[in-house]
């Protein structure tokens, strides 16, 4: 065991789309120039547009 623990891992960004008609949600790796509002990719499901609807970071799970 490790006397103390170092507590520096980066969040990982993700960008989260949302199909402006039937509501898919896709997410993916944060990718430069990524804002919420900003036109997305197509949608998987019915390839209509999608809109960047929220930007996050998240924290990979601990290993124990
Ligand atoms: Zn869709």
């Known amino acids: 065991m490790f006397g103390s623990k170092k ?3 980066k969040p990982t960004i993700y960008t989260e789309e949302t199909c402006n008609a039937c509501g898919e949600v896709a997410r993916r790796p944060f ?8 036109q997305g990719l ?6 209509s547009s999608t809109m960047v609807t929220a930007v996050y ?8």
């Open 7 to 9: 507590k520096e891992s």
């Open 57 to 64: 970071g998240e924290y990979p799970p601990e290993k124990t």
């Open 31 to 38: 990718e430069e120039g990524d804002y919420v509002f900003k």
């Open 42 to 47: 197509q949608c998987k499901k019915c390839s």
